[in-house]
């Protein structure tokens, strides 16, 4: 199946840093892409869906200027965290679906485990 | 409100016997179904998905599920389970509107004991 590649697999950064996560699809198009985070012994929380070429459209409940999202062509998305705090600290995935094949099922990349001190 | 139920935190099953997670969904139209499983600070693998057709859906590792327009679920099953199945499983429902997000249930620990 299609590869979706996150980066880097785990990040530990310093209160007041930003840091950012890539996602890359390896071998399709992705004109959009998703952004998720799961807390310890939880479902996936969707934060954002990111649009190629456009500004991403946020959940509700989730402040954009905290995370930035920018997805600059068909086969990369970036998740910035800015100014982050130890809250931030969680397991955030990306995810990817070959589209226009609205049936088929999304990628996943791995998973990034950030951890703010 | 559109929503996938999981009722289970945690399904235990011995190795060798059928196992069972189950799936309830609450969403307007048609909408397309899938399972996940997550192993420990991974992403999510793709297991099995229902887009149309046959209701008993075959997928990956041996899993099936079956939809039941009826009863709107989507329960997950293996005939004779292993311990290496013993993993975290979500069922999500992708909508058919609004973006066409996915949903996901709450997940469903299963351990499998040899």
């Known amino acids: 199946g299609a590869v979706v590649s996150q980066h880097p697999s785990w990040v530990i950064c310093k209160s007041g840093t930003s840091v950012k996560i890539e996602c890359r699809s390896l071998?399709?198009?992705?004109?959009?892409m998703f952004w998720y985070r799961q807390f310890p012994k939880q479902s996936l929380m969707l934060m954002a869906t990111s649009n190629e070429g456009s500004k991403a459209t946020y959940e509700q409940g989730v402040e954009k200027d905290k995370f930035l999202i920018n997805h600059a062509s068909l086969t990369l998305s970036t998740l910035t965290v800015t100014s982050a705090h130890p809250e931030d600290s969680s397991f955030y995935i990306c995810s990817a679906r070959d589209l226009p094949l609205f049936n088929t099922e999304a990628f996943f990349g791995q998973g990034t485990r950030l951890t703010v001190v | 409100a559109q929503s996938v139920a999981q009722p289970e935190d945690q399904v235990n099953v011995a190795e060798g016997n059928p196992l069972t997670v189950k799936c309830t969904y609450s969403?307007?139209?048609?909408?397309?179904l899938f399972w996940y499983v997550q192993y420990p600070n991974r992403g999510l693998q793709f297991l099995l998905k229902?887009?149309?057709?046959?209701?008993l859906v075959k997928g990956s590792y041996g899993f099936e599920a079956e939809f039941n327009k009826s009863q709107t679920s989507f329960h997950l099953k293996k005939p004779s389970a292993l311990v290496s199945d013993s993993a975290l499983y979500f069922c999500a429902v992708r909508l058919n509107t609004g973006g066409f997000k996915t949903i996901f249930g709450a997940g469903t620990r299963l351990f499998v004991k040899a």
């Open positions: 071998d399709f198009q992705a004109t959009t």
């Open positions: 969403v307007s139209g048609n909408p397309y």
């Open positions: 229902y887009i149309t057709g046959d209701n």
